[in-house]
């Protein structure tokens, strides 16, 4: 029996096991690229376009920015589990 595949985000990505994509938009008059999705108006200040194509997107690329959100080791010391099995604050 196979778990059903479901994605985390609707529409992000594709859900083939062996190669995903990122499924973004690509500007019908200049051709940029964008991810997430792009379909009211272009962003390139030299471009007037207003219509998009989905595309999957290269499966390589840079990473130029991350954001790692964490949770501070205080407030987590904070925690403790109750008799009823749900996290609590201590006071
Ligand atoms: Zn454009």
């Known amino acids: 029996m196979t778990k059903p595949v479901a994605p985390a985000l609707e529409g992000w990505f594709t859900l083939d096991a062996e190669k995903p994509h990122l499924i973004g938009t690509q500007c019908k008059s200049c051709g940029t690229y964008y991810f997430p999705k792009q379909s009211v108006f272009c962003k390139n200040p030299d471009c007037n376009g207003e219509a998009f194509d989905e595309v999957q997107l290269s499966r390589t690329g840079k990473v130029w920015s991350f954001t790692n959100a964490c949770m501070s080791l205080r407030i987590r010391s904070c925690l403790t589990r109750s ?9």
């Open 83 to 91: 008799s009823q099995s749900s996290w609590k604050r201590k006071r």
